[in-house]
């Protein structure tokens, strides 16, 4: 995400991939729709991905905790039952859809816990070097950057980008190389929903215009060239100069941001002060607040948020013991065979799926123009791994979207040869990226996404 | 050459006419063109005629001449009509023929049932293809519409024929019809505006700022022309995005080439090695998941950097330096007195998780947190040749073959037998995390380290293996087992069979321990611990093949290999939780030095371009943020078996970064030597330099007063006059005129000699001009040195940039770099064997450029490039080190030409069988210039309902296919190509016998030739089909040099320069001379 901290410009371009290195670029837009003060047509159109780690209790058909908590539901359709995991769901069941059965096939082979690496990218780390890809959620904000301040919001639990293999962010620009987290929810309040943000404006002011003095010398050249070409070369040229162009305005809108106040908003039920090793609860619940005000101040559509890390790294560790007293790690967990570990498993992904719960039950209420956020953000939840470590049938449920074209409401089974990147065609897709593909998918979900 | 090999098959109508041959050539008349069919362009009697017309000089002929070949007046672009003379005579009455009354008829009884509205075979239409052939599409239909006619190929055998009378009239109506086409298209074929790919801009931007970033890495994919080049005109596309970055690479690389401000710190540091060596000093050691570290005692660190440190902070950063072996059998490193023994390097298996473990063995320095992150570096290292160590008693090692020395009884426990013993997991002693549950010890929180101890007592020295029967676990549980003993641990992560993780118990074999008699331990358990029911310990016989081995005398073992030498290759990489994201930098280099007198090697490289953990990533793990600098001894064995020659490793040191001036030349070549009392003076000057060498053309005063114009008005805004300046710069290299290739300007008829310059450049280096290309250009004399030119050129180090990217695209070696080989199946097939079979072609074609052979070298050749690696991996002996050079080949090694090269080979097979009709359709695509038409939508695959299909060979399965008669038509013309291939596996290793079946590579091709395997195939395409295929060749070569595809009215340029190619004995350089002083590249 971007960050204009008033970095020296060696610092501020060495940083990890385009996002931080074109702030002034893609980073803000006005909504010129909205200026009239009359509500578009079209609702906005957004998405967000929230990542548990070291995937969730699935106890085999037969197991006595299979009723309880097997984290998927045990018929498949529209009439499935909840187990204890995903009730807290049941009152978003018309807006929801359980996705069972989808993994990446790339990954499939690998450890769960380096599969995390590629939740968003389906990227390919069997062989010999790491071949990450760009992450979903960023050729999505490659394509809305242009409505609002942000291109996205790229968070985590434990802030920065991890290490290769065991990640703590989820989003990947488009040269593949790890976006760098935000978690600390305080710092994130003040970046960017308050006033100024960061960076002092004049000192941003200046950055904007330097970028836009050198547009305009390159776009006067073009242009004295383009009078000397042919016609062809000088249609070609033409290329270049619309690609100008377009950096220009982005670079005015950009500036037009700085004047402009942000959508008041009511910050009362903040509190950005939750230690994640200590209050868990409050802290996922605090991070949810702000993704919420996030869209509905428009400040940006896409949101990644990874609740935690693989393997056992980082605060969301200690969440099971800090909020249930089970005095054991989340991976730990995860790998355990004694007695009564499914309950301990089962318990842990019933407590975090009531903190998604949380999440759904605010973008439920809190409107925009729109109406209900809910009904035009997709909300993608879950792992990428069913099981310790197995890399298929991740646990996903899909919310959201409904005024967006998605159909809920149901359970859907799918076997291997539906590869979890159909999923994002649909979600981008429904953002309006016009694209048929996305690294290995073979099409949409016919069953969630409309034509 | 032959001509008329199809003479049965020739069409009656069109036979040739007599070979005229001009006085002033004096070849033999038996030359002549012989395409054999299917045949693109024109037919071949225009051809003919055109060609032999022509005075070609015969100035081709080695060795090269001082002026280009072209005659102002043969040139066929300057002629009044711009007709080429001969032309008109080849269809006299085809123009009055009328289309409506006299061809479509024919042609509705002939053509339209397949090629209709309602049928569209091989993707081809008629009825509505423009008769007028008022566009280059259409009259390219029509133009493979005759080739089919006059090859016989169409109308099908079973279908309806021709009469000769109407045969005669399509044939004149078509000729007549593409000649006409052919003139009124020829100013169509333009150059547009070439925006610079990928690797240009990266070369241009290296070249200009003297900087050795990879800056196009980060750019978007360039896209792919029709005929596969990326450096064409109409698909280069520049978005907003582009712009983006060229911005942000421009502003990276003009802030690394300048110095602004103090130098900066250089980080050095030096390692030694030795045993004991490190006793009382501090250094650093790193644990975890597989880590084989070595003990601080065998090395010490030194901080020589240029930062001031207190003693306190300089030992905090030697705890941050530590070494590191993992990926390494203990067995192939040892530390001695004089440093680290590195027996050769084994590779690493290509399966997750062992991929990424490095070879064995690898030696790294680890260094967390403590390193920049930009700039060039340095390591060097002092080494020598090494020994064998002696025997070590205190061992313990992995098996080479993973075989129980101990059954399972039918109890379900250790089958009891002499020699072994047997301890139960109940009798374990010291057990930390662990519980035991009916005989069985389980782990309890298991992600965390488990333990167990097991004592035994030994009857006598010797080596044991160690099994051990446990409970199954699926991979997915991460079963692992930590054995530790004789000071040493070893991590296993089990991958059980399915069949095993149905069993109640099974046995794993863990290792073989080296010990003396007497009363011993060893631990078992690690993070997620498998558990165990029972050990057993096996005493091995002295003649089992790693006793064998491990009591080798080493003096023996050292005399064995002393005629070899050990080399050092370079890495730089990232740790990882199961290994190292790793890449090698630099070459790799042989190791003379005698033990005893060790020299320093130094290897160079770029932070930025390798694979670094990300800077800044916030990550405080204790396992991450490792820096990983380190090499193995790479002259590569491939059975652990063998030492190879052993390589000593003295010190390591890494400096970074790498300054040897300051400031850096790249800054003095932008700010020039000047006076700066007059400041705009002096910019103005570095600005005119800028601009001229970024620009690659002279730029005038009014140019440059802009961008000084533009630095007075954002000068105050930075802090220093350099700031300053490097804001115009970058603004400079964000120009089109920059970015692009600009080559012409609106009326001007002929290419300037700056622009031919450019042209030049980029077309035999992927680069801009040099100063020489320039000053020719500026002097006017560029034009009467081309040939000189291409001939220095080609011999510089820059050519192969071009030689690089015009095979990657050429030859479609992006489908080798893609291809996913199952390494189940092809276990040897490494990343290093992947790695030199593209050198190998890379080598191959640079050879061919650089020693002027004949382009047929490309089809069969009676060498190889090769280097020790590859040549082992393909069966030949006498190669040695890891440099490619031309080893002679008999043709029963199969491995001459292309053809028979890997990249091509495992790029065209799905990973695991060779792949008939992918290698048929490259060749026919790039070899013969003749791509078949793509599959028709919906295509069926090969049946396997056919009876019997699981046991026929891909042969027989493809010929079942073409029975179906839907997909006969186009796999007839197809198959036999790919058939030809069959003996040579997926990984291009010869393969007389593939499932238990002998492979039958016997085939007929689509004229009737019958050829058995590649060396008749090879034959074939150079005794029969030599000039389509030199015409593939120039066609490909002429399409990258100029940056647009051959379009449909280049044939009689292509058909002069077959002509000159011909008559130059089909040199590979006469193809190029051909190319660059054709009127299309030096004018138009």
């Not at chain 2, 901080?303 to 030992?315: F, K, P």
């Not at chain 2, 005129?737 to 992927?766: G, I, K, M, Y």
């Not at chain 2, 030739?1009 to 030199?1030: M, N, P, S």
Request: charged share 25%.
């Amino acid at each position: 995400m971007t960050s204009f901290n008033p970095l020296d410009r060696r610092t501020f371009l060495r940083g990890a991939g385009v996002s931080v290195a074109l702030p002034w670029l893609e980073a803000m837009t006005p909504r010129p729709e909205r200026e009239t003060g009359t509500p578009r047509r079209e609702p906005m159109r957004r998405m967000c991905f929230v990542y548990f780690p070291n995937g969730a209790a699935m106890p085999k058909e037969g197991d006595e905790k299979w009723g309880h908590w097997r984290w998927f539901p045990h018929a498949a359709g529209r009439d499935y039952e909840f187990t204890k995991v995903l009730e807290c769901l049941a009152p978003f069941r018309e807006k929801l859809s359980l996705l069972g059965g989808l993994s990446h096939p790339l990954s499939r082979q690998l450890l769960g816990h380096l599969a995390g690496d590629t939740w968003l990218t389906a990227g390919d780390m069997r062989g010999d070097v790491y071949k990450n890809r760009v992450s979903v959620d960023q050729v999505a904000a490659r394509h809305l950057a242009k409505h609002t301040r942000y291109p996205s919001l790229v968070l985590s639990t434990d802030g920065g980008v991890g290490y290769k293999s065991r990640v703590s962010t989820l989003s990947f620009d488009h040269s593949a190389r790890p976006i760098p987290s935000e978690h600390r929810q305080r710092l994130i309040f003040e970046r960017y929903f308050a006033p100024g943000g960061g960076a002092s404006t004049a000192e941003r002011r200046a950055q904007l215009q330097r970028g836009r003095k050198i547009v305009d010398l390159v776009l006067e050249d073009s242009k004295r060239l383009q009078g000397k070409l042919g016609k062809h070369d000088a249609d070609k040229l033409g290329e270049y100069l619309a690609s100008l162009d377009s950096v220009e305005q982005q670079i005015r809108r950009n500036e037009s941001w700085l004047d402009k106040p942000r959508k008041p908003f009511d910050k009362s039920h903040l509190d950005l002060d939750v230690a994640a090793n200590v209050d868990p609860k409050g802290y996922l619940r605090a991070m949810f607040d702000l993704m919420v005000l996030g869209f509905q101040t428009d400040l940006t559509r896409v949101m990644t948020y990874m609740t935690g890390r693989e393997d056992g790294m980082g605060f969301a560790d200690k969440f099971p013991e800090r909020a249930l007293g089970i005095k054991r790690g989340h991976h730990t967990i995860s790998h355990d065979q004694h007695e009564g570990h499914w309950d301990q498993w089962g318990r842990y992904d019933q407590w975090h799926a009531q903190q998604f719960a949380y999440f759904l039950e605010r973008l439920n209420t809190v409107e925009d123009e729109h109406g209900k956020l809910l009904d035009t953000t997709m909300v993608l939840y879950g792992s990428c791994c069913s099981t310790t470590h197995n890399a298929r049938n991740y646990p996903l449920a899909l919310a959201g979207g409904n005024k967006l074209g998605l159909k809920h409401g149901a359970y859907h089974k799918y076997d291997e040869s539906t590869p979890f990147c159909n999923v994002f065609v649909g979600m981008l897709n429904a953002v309006g990226v016009k694209t048929e593909s996305f690294a290995d998918s073979t099409g949409t979900l016919p069953e969630v996404f409309s034509a | 050459m032959a001509m008329g090999t199809r003479s049965g098959r020739e069409p009656a109508a069109a036979p040739p006419p007599p070979i005229r041959i001009t006085p002033a050539l004096a070849t033999p008349p038996a030359i002549a063109f012989n395409r054999g069919p299917p045949m693109r362009g024109l037919p071949s009697i225009v051809r003919r005629e055109i060609a032999l017309a022509l005075t070609v000089s015969t100035v081709f002929a080695a060795p090269a001449p001082a002026t280009a070949p072209w005659p102002a007046s043969q040139d066929p672009g300057k002629h009044e009509s711009g007709q080429a003379p001969g032309a008109a005579v080849a269809s006299p009455t085809g123009a009055a023929i009328d289309f409506h009354s006299q061809i479509r008829p024919l042609l509705e009884n002939h053509c339209y049932r397949c090629h209709g509205e309602r049928k569209q075979k091989a993707d081809v239409r008629l009825d509505d293809l423009d008769h007028t052939m008022a566009t280059g599409a259409a009259a390219e239909g029509w133009r493979s519409a005759l080739d089919m006619i006059n090859s016989g190929e169409m109308p099908p055998e079973d279908a309806r024929q021709f009469s000769d009378a109407e045969r005669r009239l399509v044939v004149d109506w078509l000729t007549a019809g593409l000649e006409a086409a052919a003139e009124r298209q020829k100013g169509d074929r333009r150059v547009v505006m070439r925006r610079l790919t990928r690797a240009q801009y990266s070369h241009a931007l290296q070249d200009l700022l003297g900087v050795a970033i990879d800056f196009g890495r980060d750019l978007p994919a360039d896209a792919k022309s029709e005929m596969g080049f990326t450096n064409n005109g109409e698909v280069l596309q520049a978005s907003s995005l582009h712009l983006d970055y060229y911005r942000d690479i421009a502003r990276r690389g003009i802030e690394q080439a300048i110095a602004t401000g103090d130098r900066p710190e250089v980080t050095r540091y030096r390692v030694e090695f030795g045993k004991g060596k490190g006793k009382g000093m501090v250094a650093g050691k790193t644990g975890g998941y597989q880590s084989v570290p070595l003990s601080p005692d065998d090395f010490t660190v030194e901080v020589l950097g240029d930062a001031q440190l207190t003693e306190e902070e300089r030992l905090a950063v030697q705890r941050r330096i530590s070494v590191g072996l993992r990926g390494s059998g203990q067995d192939r490193f040892r530390a001695v007195d004089e440093g680290m023994v590195l027996l050769s390097a084994v590779p690493h298996r290509e399966k997750v998780p062992k991929s990424w473990q490095g070879p064995s063995p690898n030696l790294k320095l680890e260094m967390q947190r403590c390193w920049p992150e930009q700039g060039d570096f340095v390591m060097r290292v002092r080494a020598s040749r090494g020994y064998v160590p002696p025997l070590r008693m205190q061992l313990l090692v992995a098996l080479d073959e993973p075989v129980p020395a101990v059954k399972m009884a039918d109890d379900g426990f250790f089958q009891r037998q002499k020699g072994t013993i047997i301890t139960g997991g109940d009798k374990s002693t010291r057990r930390k995390n662990v519980r035991l549950e009916g005989g069985t010890i389980l782990p309890v929180d298991v992600p965390k380290p488990a333990q167990a101890l097991i004592s035994f007592t030994l009857p006598a020295d010797g080596f044991y293996q160690v099994d051990l029967l446990h409970p199954p676990q699926p991979p997915s549980a991460m079963p692992s087992v930590r054995l530790s003993a004789a000071g040493h641990h070893l991590d296993q992560r089990l991958e059980l069979s399915a069949e095993q993780l149905e069993q109640e118990r099974v046995i794993t074999p863990l290792g073989v321990l080296g010990l003396r008699r007497g009363r011993h331990s060893l631990k078992l358990g690690g993070p997620f611990f498998v558990g165990f029911t029972e050990i057993a310990i096996t005493r091995l016989p002295t003649e089992h093949p790693i006793v064998q081995r491990l009591t080798a005398r080493s003096e023996r073992q050292t005399d064995a290999v002393k005629h070899l030498v050990p080399a050092i290759r370079a890495l730089v990489g990232t740790r990882t939780d199961d290994g190292m994201d790793y890449q090698a930098f630099g070459a790799p280099q042989e190791v003379h030095a005698p033990l005893g007198e060790p020299a320093t090697y130094e290897f160079f490289g770029r932070l930025e371009n390798l694979p670094i953990p990300a800077p800044d990533s916030g990550d405080t793990e204790i396992l991450s943020g490792f820096l990983l600098l380190g090499l193995w001894n790479d002259h590569l064995v491939k059975h652990r078996d063998e030492t190879g020659p052993p390589l000593l490793v003295e010190a390591i040191e890494f400096e970074a970064p790498y300054l040897p001036h300051w400031p850096p030349q790249s800054h003095t070549d932008i700010f020039v030597e000047g006076d700066r009392a007059d400041l705009p003076a002096y910019t103005r000057k570095v600005l005119r330099k800028f601009l001229e060498r970024a620009f690659r053309q002279a730029v005038d005063d009014a140019e440059v007063d802009r961008y000084l114009a533009f630095w007075q008005s954002i000068r105050a805004d930075f802090d220093t006059y350099e700031d300053g300046v490097a804001e115009v710069l970058i603004a400079i290299l964000c120009s089109p005129r920059f970015l692009f290739l600009v080559e012409f300007e609106e009326h001007q008829e002929e290419l300037s000699d700056t622009a031919l310059a450019n042209r030049l450049a980029f077309f035999l280096w992927n680069s801009p001009p040099d100063g020489k290309l320039r000053e020719l250009a500026r002097t006017g004399r560029l034009r009467d040195e081309l040939l000189p030119q291409i001939d220095r050129m080609l011999e510089d180090d820059k050519a192969w940039r071009f030689v690089r990217a015009f095979s990657y695209e050429w030859l479609r070696l992006d489908r080798h770099a893609e291809m996913t080989i199952n390494v189940d199946r092809h276990k040897d097939y490494t990343r290093f064997v992947k790695r030199d079979m593209a050198e190998e072609t890379y080598h191959f074609v640079h050879r061919a450029l650089h020693e002027d052979l004949s382009m047929f070298t490309l089809i069969d050749s009676d060498f190889a490039m090769l280097n020790q690696n590859l040549a082992e991996f393909y069966g030949i002996d006498g190669v040695m080190g890891a440099h490619f050079r031309p080893v002679p080949v008999t043709p029963d090694q199969r491995r001459g030409g292309l053809l028979a090269q890997g990249a091509f080979l495992v790029g065209h097979s799905d990973g695991s069988e060779p792949h008939p009709i992918k290698r048929a359709v490259w060749i026919k695509e790039k070899f013969l210039g003749d791509p078949p038409p793509p599959p028709p939508p919906n295509v069926p695959d090969l049946d396997p309902d056919t009876p019997g299909f699981e046991k026929m060979t891909l042969k027989q399965q493809l010929e079942a296919h073409r029975d179906n008669p839907s997909c006969r038509d186009c796999h007839a013309g197809i198959d036999p190509f790919g058939v030809a291939f069959e003996r040579l596996s997926a990984v291009g290793r010869f393969e007389p016998e593939r499932r238990g079946l002998t492979i039958d590579a016997a085939t007929t091709l689509p004229d009737g030739t019958a050829v058995d395997g590649i060396q008749g195939l090879q034959r074939y395409l150079q005794t029969e089909r030599g000039d389509d295929f030199a015409r593939a060749l120039i066609e490909h070569l002429f399409a990258y040099a100029m940056g647009r595809d051959v379009h449909f009215a280049d044939e009689s340029d292509i058909d002069q320069m077959l002509w000159q190619v011909k008559l130059a004995g089909y040199r590979m350089r006469s193809v190029i001379r051909c190319i660059v002083t054709s009127p299309s590249f030096t004018r138009r």
